[in-house]
């Protein structure tokens, strides 16, 4: 059964570094998101992306933080200058159209020291 | 603006015994609602939805969850438990007929004991 996949499954790194967090969606989906979850609180969305570009992005989503599609299989969250606040349980989904199910990854835990 | 309250954090289980998981939303709009599972160190699963058409909604694994828009709930229940139900458990909702963005609860932990 297809799923969605995420590297790595833990992320260290230290403040004020950036980091990249990847994901595979499903081949033939169409909508990627990403959402995350700080120890303790609810998941919280990000962003959607379709066609290339943003389709939506929460008030979280400032500009420390950039989404790329930068092939047909990858799509990326990177976090610019991370800060302690930034660690958390990021989720990958992504779904074949945008009133689709979307299918959620395992997560990718980062933490910033 | 929309918004997902589980009224509880942990519910603890024999096995065999009926599962009921709690649920109140607000949405300004009719809204999708969802309930999603997480094993552990696995992604979210979609368990079931409810988009407008049937108020009572089968999903996966024998559960099953009703919407009520007088009581603004839509509670997860299963009549009988299995040790492999022992999961955290996510009500969802999203703008009626639209999934793009979800807004979660803040999970409920279920624990199934022999």
């Known amino acids: 059964e297809p799923e969605v996949t995420q590297t790595p499954s833990h992320q260290v790194t230290q403040m004020g570094q950036e980091v990249i967090l990847r994901c595979v969606p499903i081949s033939n989906h169409l909508y990627f998101y990403w959402y995350r979850q700080i120890l303790g609180q609810k998941v919280e969305f990000l962003v959607s992306f379709y066609n290339n570009e943003i389709s939506e992005k929460s008030e979280i989503f400032d500009d420390q933080f950039s989404v790329e599609r930068p092939d047909g299989s990858n799509f990326t969250l990177k976090i610019r200058s991370t800060k302690l606040e930034d660690s958390a349980m990021y989720f990958c989904?992504?779904?074949?159209?945008?009133?689709?199910?979307?299918?959620f990854g395992p997560g990718t835990r980062l933490t910033v020291l | 603006a929309q918004s997902v309250t589980q009224l509880d954090s942990h519910v603890s289980v024999s096995e065999g015994t009926p599962v009921l998981l709690r649920c109140n939303y607000s949405?300004?709009?009719?809204?999708?609602l969802f309930w999603y599972v997480q094993h552990p160190n696995k992604g979210l699963q979609l368990l079931l939805k409810y988009t407008s058409a049937a108020t009572l909604v089968k999903g996966i694994n024998g559960f099953e969850a009703e919407f009520k828009k007088s009581e603004t709930s839509f509670h997860l229940t299963k009549p009988s438990a299995h040790m492999s139900d022992a999961a955290e458990y996510f009500c969802?909702?999203?703008?009626?007929?639209?999934?793009?963005?979800?807004?979660f609860g803040a999970g409920t932990r279920l624990a199934v004991h022999p």
């Open positions: 989904a992504s779904s074949v159209g945008g009133r689709d199910e979307q299918f």
């Open positions: 969802v909702v999203s703008r009626a007929g639209g999934y793009n963005k979800l807004i």
């Open positions: 949405s300004s709009y009719s809204p999708s």
